[in-house]
């Protein structure tokens, strides 16, 4: 009676720990300083510029990105994701970062993309997500197709109405996918309607 008493309080703490492994699947993978310092490999003097958007300038940015400023999925955790006004710019010799979140499959990825003077993407990172099968966005093979794109890219996954695809998805992982090209797209728009007016 022990044994079984035993047997059943083990299996019931184990499929309670692979249930709460399942929905904490999250994933620290970069710091904000260790994101920065990954933009900005030459190192040197980054510069922070925290600005807090005006209405005029989020009105300017969802006008680039279809009226969004959060890129709402049917089947993603977009519940998780509050559309932020207060934005940091980071600045190198060269680059200018910025941090952005928008909802993945699983809850809310966050990335750090990199943009030279001429408005592409010179580098980006995902620096914390909580995916499944949409981990692989973080791969260096997925990500270094956004590298070079600016703003008269399509930078989709989807094509149709006049879009061209140019970014290959992660298969399986559409939304986690979806949600990296809405994020690029973003970068960009901040730093062309923002950064580049302050």
Known sequence: MKLRKSVITALTTFTVLAIFAQVCFAFLLLTEDKGVAQMFPEGGDIKKIEHTLTDAEIAAVKGR???????????????????????????????????????????????????????????????????????????????????????????????GKGIKRDIRSVSGATISSDCTCFAVKKAIALYEEVYKKM
């Not at 559309?83 to 928008?102: N, R």
């Not at 993407?121 to 990500?143: C, D, H, Q, S, W």
């Not at 070079?148 to 399509?154: H, I, Q, R, V, Y």
């Open 65 to 159: 990105l279809g009226g969004k400023f959060v890129h709402f999925q049917v089947g993603s955790k977009s519940a998780d994701v509050v559309a932020q006004s207060a934005y940091t710019f980071y600045v190198g010799s060269k680059d200018v970062a910025i941090i952005e979140e928008q909802p993945g499959k699983w809850g809310p990825v966050k990335f750090i993309i990199a943009i030279d003077a001429t408005g592409k993407v010179t580098n980006l990172a995902v620096m914390e997500y909580k995916e499944k099968r949409g981990r692989p966005i973080a791969r260096r093979n997925f990500l270094s197709q956004f590298v070079g794109k600016g703003s008269a890219d399509p930078i989709s996954v989807k094509s």
